[in-house]
């Protein structure tokens, strides 16, 4: 009984707590850990210390990586105890999910050689070969839709996008650009783009009138993201898809004041949750690039569909 009162103690600390319940689930290195609760190495690592001593985790080494787990004698005595806590704690839900995105990452091996492979594309000189020539080619690919590009700014991404889509709807606040936009547009012959003047958060577009809604670099400047998402998910079609491309989460405060940026970015679990939370299902978020040149950014792409 001792031993179980002890437990309890080692377990009234809430860090302590999220911990052994995501090492009842899966083994973890401290580096998952502190990417999922989103704490520093010596907090987690004390911590884990404690649940080792009080035979709550057990830790077992691989190369040069350490995994913790959960494991103790009394850990079955506790077992409805913490199942409960899960139930009661509001950090739960969340980290489930970035333990499921961890997780993800760690099995996703391909990531890591086409990370490689896109570190030497364009060192090596070929003719007629660039990024610019690769996204043309890519966005033939795209079956015709309505796809609405909100806070597309003077629209370069929707020219691009007007090539093979059925119609473009361009969405920005700004009335310059809108007029910008829609100038250029008429300049070059598109006929199938049409810039409206309005907020990404209420964006002057139907219920369920696009197949296909685009944040690019635009969600970071919506006062609600959280709204701006639903109001996307609003606007699309049964089946219709998502694609948001903004910055991770980052610490470069000048961005405030130089970009206009409300948010400094978001993390991948912010906006799984966002897109769960506005009706989505099928999601994916991932981080798609990084900048070598400080304050290094890096883009997070998310996708997700509205169920039929």
């Known amino acids: 009984m001792a031993s179980v009162v002890k437990s309890l103690r080692a377990l009234s600390d809430p860090t302590r707590l999220r911990l052994l319940l995501l090492l009842m689930e899966e083994e973890l290195t401290v580096a998952e850990l502190q990417e999922i609760l989103g704490m520093g190495q010596s907090r987690i690592s004390a911590s884990l210390a404690l649940l080792k001593r009080e035979e709550l985790a057990s830790d077992r080494r691989v190369g040069k990586n350490i995994f913790y787990s959960g494991l103790g004698t009394t850990l079955g005595a506790l077992l409805p105890v913490l199942e409960a806590a899960r139930e009661e704690m509001p950090e739960a839900s969340r980290d489930q999910t970035a333990l499921a995105l961890a997780l993800r990452k760690r099995k996703d091996l391909a990531a890591g050689y086409f990370n490689k492979l896109a570190g030497k594309f364009g060192r090596t000189y070929i003719p007629g070969r660039s990024w610019q020539a690769l996204a043309h080619s890519l966005l033939r690919l795209l079956p015709p839709m309505v796809i609405a590009d909100l806070g597309a700014g003077e629209g370069t991404l929707s020219q691009l996008l007007a090539g093979s889509a059925e119609k473009i709807i361009a969405i920005d606040?700004?009335?310059?650009?809108?007029?910008?936009?829609?100038?250029?547009?008429?300049?070059?012959?598109?006929?199938?783009?049409?810039?409206?003047?309005?907020?990404?958060?209420?964006?002057?577009?139907?219920?369920?009138?696009?197949?296909?809604?685009?944040?690019?670099?635009?969600?970071?400047?919506?006062?609600?993201?959280?709204?701006?998402?639903?109001?996307?998910?609003?606007?699309?079609?049964?089946?219709?898809?998502?694609?948001?491309?903004?910055?991770?989460?980052?610490?470069?405060?000048?961005?405030?004041?130089l970009y206009a940026h409300i948010w400094l970015g978001f993390s991948e679990v912010e906006l799984h949750e966002m897109l769960t939370e506005a009706g989505f299902t099928q999601i994916d978020v991932r981080v798609v690039a990084r900048e070598k040149q400080a304050p290094n950014f890096q883009t997070i792409l998310a996708t997700a569909v509205k169920a039929t």
């Open 173 to 257: 606040s700004s009335e310059k650009m809108v007029e910008f936009g829609t100038q250029l547009a008429r300049e070059h012959g598109v006929k199938n783009l049409e810039y409206r003047l309005g907020d990404i958060e209420t964006p002057p577009i139907a219920d369920a009138g696009v197949d296909l809604a685009l944040f690019s670099q635009a969600l970071h400047h919506a006062a609600s993201p959280q709204t701006a998402v639903s109001s996307a998910h609003r606007i699309l079609r049964p089946g219709g898809r998502i694609v948001i491309l903004d910055l991770a989460t980052h610490s470069y405060e000048q961005a405030r004041e």
